[in-house]
């Protein structure tokens, strides 16, 4: 504790003597000062003890005491020290008048204590707090410490929110929950997501306050509204790879804000020791990724070891990320693959899966449980893309991912790994063609054929194999793709495609012998009705 008035009334050496303000003493003293001046608030800072003789003043004018005395309360002077004895054997009633009147805090000062006494007790008990607050800082980092090397950042939060006498959490790279200490706490620091994503959105190092106040009445302690809550971004790269939320009920203090520095750098530490593992271990997955697709899931599954729980032993996707520009952005750009990256290693986190993320030089590559939460999330984190994307934005983060388009495979094995990274593909150059982030290969498998006839080189096709009989209908001699569609559609069938024409069968003949001559092409040839076909379909998709 700083030192106070009262803690210097009751020094036993100083011999102070209230005379007002006696309900006022447990106010901080910043410093103590001695000044004669008539007016000394242009020197005053707040929070000093004022120590004078009263030598330039008329401090029996109860007019002039009471102008001097509310100025100084104003400008923040906690007490106010008169020493007696001096100009004055007894402190004027104008004054003590006047320090009543305002409440400031008089203390009457004897001759035999010299104002330096005074100066050095304050300075003595604030280097006696400071020295307090040091070693208790330093005895809360060798807690914190033994915490996080014995029990993670878990038992560092804990450790943190005991030694703050309020609540900690952590927040991973999307900024969502990963662990919180008091448990209620958990529920506080979800509802402060908005303002962490817009402190990730600055570069690292950054902090920000959040006051208290507003709300519902509380219920209980998970319903607190009222705290102050300090943000703290972790990590040293241009993005906050996470974020420290520290909520008290006012201001820290010295001993207090050691300990959150010292979360902060014990975090930070654990943090860019995670990516050093996690570069590790993107080497290792990629090693396993090529031996999946070269047909060696044997071996693969030796590489693997546990790093990747049952992921090769269960049927799983495979995602093919690709994104223009390229990640090497000459500018110093943000990798495009930033968003997509921690939305997968985020959710594989809080869902408890394996996840093996491979980038494959402008691609991002990655093996997700069939039907787990992270085939799921990155679902959601594209649709949101697309959808930004659609109203006109950039995405949801940021410009990075403007480029990213996204495909999946259908759940395979590891024996058919190099079968599902193909039809990743596959969806991949569909989903670039259509102008979409994301396509499923089961999309394309499943259904009708015909929305694979809106790619425009189809389009073109179709256009080019039908101009001909469109300028002969053109100029009115006959019906020709009408009647083309017709007789196709009946398979060949000349009664039944004439019935549907309205015409006879043998004008419907006639009409497909100008198809053969105009075409230059046989319709007994399968091929050629089937191409046929399709161009008619995507034509009248148009």
């Not at 002077?77 to 409440?103: C, H, M, R, S, T």
């Not at 330093?138 to 878990?154: I, M, N, S, V």
């Not at 219920?219 to 990590?235: F, I, K, Q, T």
């Not at 319709?523 to 046929?532: I, K, N, S």
Request: charged residues 25%; hydrophobic residues 45%.
């Amino acid at each position: 504790m700083p030192p106070t008035l009262a803690s210097l009334v009751h020094h036993s050496a100083l011999k102070l003597t209230v005379r007002a303000g006696e309900d006022r003493l447990d106010v901080p003293v910043r410093w103590a000062h001695v000044s004669e001046l008539a007016d000394p608030v242009p020197y005053m800072e707040g929070g000093e003890l004022l120590l004078i003789t009263a030598l330039k003043l008329d401090a029996e004018d109860p007019e002039a005491m009471r102008r001097y005395v509310r100025r100084l309360a104003k400008a923040g002077v906690v007490g106010l020290g008169f020493a007696v004895g001096v100009n004055y054997e007894d402190i004027p009633k104008a004054l003590v008048d006047a320090a009543e009147e305002e409440g400031l805090p008089l203390l009457e000062v004897p001759r035999r204590t010299p104002f330096l006494a005074i100066s050095k007790a304050v300075s003595a008990a604030i280097a006696a707090d400071q020295y307090r607050a040091v070693t208790a800082g330093f005895a809360a980092q060798r807690e914190l410490t033994k915490q996080a090397l014995t029990d993670g950042p878990q038992g560092l939060l804990r450790a943190l929110a005991a030694q703050v006498d309020g609540w900690a959490a952590l927040y991973d790279a999307s900024g969502a929950v990963v662990g919180a200490a008091p448990e209620w706490a958990g529920r506080r620091a979800g509802r402060l997501t908005a303002e962490v994503e817009r402190l990730r959105e600055r570069p690292a190092p950054a902090s920000a306050v959040v006051g208290g106040g507003g709300g519902p009445e509380r219920s209980g302690p998970d319903d607190r509204h009222d705290d102050r809550v300090e943000l703290h971004s972790l990590g040293t790269g241009r993005r906050p790879r996470a974020a420290l939320a520290v909520g008290t009920a006012s201001a820290l203090g010295t001993a207090e804000r050691y300990a959150v520095h010292s979360a902060i750098a014990l975090l930070t530490l654990t943090t860019e020791r995670s990516r050093s593992l996690h570069a590790a271990q993107q080497r290792i997955g990629a090693a396993v990724l090529g031996m999946l697709l070269a047909g060696e899931p044997d071996h693969a599954r030796a590489v693997a070891g546990d790093l990747y729980g049952g992921l090769l032993d269960a049927p799983f996707r495979v995602i093919v990320a690709d994104a223009t520009p390229a990640p090497a952005a000459a500018d110093g750009g943000g990798d495009p693959f930033d968003g997509l990256t921690e939305v997968v290693e985020s959710a594989a986190a809080r869902a408890g899966e394996a996840v093996l993320v491979v980038p494959e030089g402008d691609r991002l590559v990655a093996l997700v449980a069939d039907g787990g939460a992270v085939a799921e999330a990155c679902a959601r984190y594209t649709a949101s893309l697309e959808n930004a994307r659609a109203a006109g934005g950039a995405g949801p983060e940021s410009g990075d991912e403007d480029g990213l388009v996204v495909g999946l495979s259908a759940p395979a094995g590891p024996i058919a790994a190099a079968a599902a990274y193909k039809q990743a593909e596959q969806a991949l150059s569909v989903a670039r063609r259509r102008g979409r982030v994301f396509v499923e290969h089961e999309q394309l498998a499943a259904g009708s054929v015909l929305p694979l006839l809106a790619d425009d080189a189809v389009k073109a096709f179709a256009d080019g194999l039908l101009r001909a009989l469109h300028e002969h209908d053109a100029t009115g001699r006959g019906d020709l793709v009408a009647s083309l569609r017709a007789w196709l559609s009946r398979h060949g069938q000349w009664d039944a495609a004439a019935a549907d024409l309205g015409v006879h069968r043998h004008t419907l003949r006639y009409r497909m012998r100008r198809v053969e001559e105009i075409l230059g092409r046989s319709l007994d040839d399968p091929d050629v009705r089937m191409e046929l076909w399709l161009a008619l379909k995507t034509t009248s998709t148009d």
